[in-house]
């Protein structure tokens, strides 16, 4: 099936101002508008996926976004609007006072074919969850899901729709959709109930789900999956490790948690003492990884690569891609990217694509040229596999690091401008040949293990390297398991683990 698009244009231009609709329309690649952004006091853009433009020399005006308000539904608590019967976003950025200063219009289009390079998944009956960067296309998938296992499969689908962008606004949702029903959620924070609701009250034999976030979303997800409900979904995260790294929503895939082993045992596999195991069946059964449009790898069982990637090994994988005839291709492969043990358990691919904020560009790309490492800086976040920036800036949380960690993008933080800081980035992505890095998780807890040996043969304390919040944790259960105490000190992104012997 080729591929075919419907995006609504003219009911999105239709509410936009004149002067500004005029100019939008002289656009030679109008077809390919992302959004339009209108921020008060400045010139309006329009963004394409190559360029951005300025519409009109004149500032955006408080008329201006006026008249957008005035023809568009209300805003929800998340500060987003539709226009009826379409897929198109209006996102409000708003003062301390509430009032709105800035409207992002995104353009929301419908494809039709996209899920031929995984429909035999779908159609399996297998549960699925969709990782991919943000503006890669996992909601546009998630709709072709809906609809194909409701109009081809004949099944019936119930679609959990938070904020409205799987189905549109407006009480009746789009086409795109097919027979597939959709269930509205009030607020964000309600969702995880209305999932819950939708198979208790309607039947569904598939509940379709975009931006699983929260731990009890999470939980949700769980309980409709073992009551024999097929799920298909979205979480936040590009790939397989990055999700099991998120404490958040590791339950998805089974879940982690740190044993203990026997000496006897630990020889045996010749392992640490304390190892990582997953801790319960995973949720989905296949994780698909988006990382371009027409090209996915794909984990068929969740539960076997989450236990290879624990034990450091490479997960069974499976690339896919569209070929110039539209043909699917299938390649086994090991895992696309690497894990690199960065400030938060971050993964890049070959060459690494950076986005640097508060980072010497200059200073950066001479090293990797000097160490013979190929980069690639990119200029949006959207384009990243990484944010790399600096601790000063890490600690203000600007924009930036705050738009990285809720896109789940993999953050690498150094501790300052200097060439072993950033010598230091550049073997993490690319570790010298003949090493063998461990996992960050794992390399926490075998730090943990080692810092109870040197207690027990008499040192009074020791303080651990930096760790995010889940090491942390693990690395306080191995204290405890131990008979020792364990304190948290500091903070992000310096906060570590001291354990020491508890004076009686």
């Known amino acids: 099936m ?13 509410i936009l101002p004149p002067r500004i609709q005029q100019s939008i329309c002289q656009q030679p690649d109008l077809s390919e508008l992302v959004e339009v952004v209108l921020d008060l006091g400045r010139p309006p853009e329009a963004r394409f996926p190559q360029r951005e433009v300025v519409l009109h020399e004149g500032e955006v005006e408080g008329q201006d976004l006026d008249y957008v308000v005035a023809r568009i539904g209300n805003f929800g608590d998340d500060n987003r609007a539709g226009i009826e019967r379409t897929l198109h976003r209006i996102s409000a950025i708003r003062n301390r006072r509430g009032r709105i200063v800035g409207l992002t219009c995104r353009v929301g289009r419908a494809v039709f074919g996209t899920i031929k390079i995984i429909e035999d998944l779908v159609q399996s009956g297998k549960s699925v969850l969709l990782l991919g960067r943000p503006g890669v296309g996992k909601t546009t998938m998630l709709r072709e899901v809906a609809r194909v296992l409701a109009v081809d499969m004949k099944k019936r689908v119930i679609i959990v729709d938070t904020s409205n ?28 109930a209305v999932m819950i609701e939708a198979v208790e009250n309607h039947m569904p034999e598939v509940i ?9 979303e999470a939980q949700a997800a769980r309980t409709i999956a073992e009551r024999g409900v097929q799920l298909v979904g979205t979480a936040h995260g590009n790939t397989l490790d990055n999700l099991m790294m998120n404490p958040t929503l590791a339950d998805l895939v089974g879940g982690i948690q740190s044993v203990t082993l026997g000496d006897e045992e630990a020889r045996r596999r010749h392992t640490q003492k304390s190892i990582l195991e997953r801790k319960s069946p995973p949720t989905f059964d296949i994780v698909v990884e988006i990382q371009d449009r027409d090209r996915v790898a794909i984990h068929p069982d969740v539960g076997e690569a989450a236990d290879a990637l624990l034990r450091g090994q490479p997960p069974r994988t499976e690339v896919r891609w569209l070929d110039e005839n539209g043909e699917v291709k299938i390649e086994k492969a090991g895992p696309a990217k690497k894990t690199i043990a960065g400030r938060r358990g971050a993964k890049v691919g070959k060459p690494a694509r950076l986005f640097l904020f508060g980072v010497n560009r200059a200073k950066l790309e001479q090293m990797a040229r000097e160490m013979h490492v190929d980069l690639e800086i990119v200029g949006s976040l959207r384009d990243a596999g990484m944010l790399v920036t ?5 600690r203000r949380k600007p924009q930036p690091v705050r738009d990285a960690e809720s896109a789940s993008l993999p953050t690498y933080v150094l501790k300052s401008n200097t060439p072993p800081q950033m010598r230091q980035l550049l073997n993490t992505l690319h570790p010298p040949a003949g090493t063998n890095k461990a996992s960050p998780l794992q390399s926490a807890l075998d730090e943990a293990e080692a810092a109870v040996a040197q207690i027990e043969e008499g040192k009074e304390a020791v303080e651990l390297n930096p760790q995010g919040a889940y090491a942390r944790r693990l690395q306080h259960l191995i204290a405890e398991r131990s008979n020792l105490a364990s304190r948290s000190l500091g903070r992000d992104p310096e906060r570590r683990v001291k354990i020491y012997k508890e004076q009686s």
């Open 2 to 14: 080729q591929k075919v698009i419907t995006d609504d244009m003219e009911a999105l231009l239709s």
């Open 165 to 192: 962008e799987i189905a549109g606004d407006g009480d009746i949702p789009h086409p795109a959709i097919g027979h597939a029903r959709r269930m509205q959620v009030a607020t964000p924070s309600l969702q995880h």
């Open 208 to 216: 379709v789900i975009d931006e699983i976030g929260t731990e009890l």
């Open 390 to 394: 600096s601790k000063n800036y890490y």
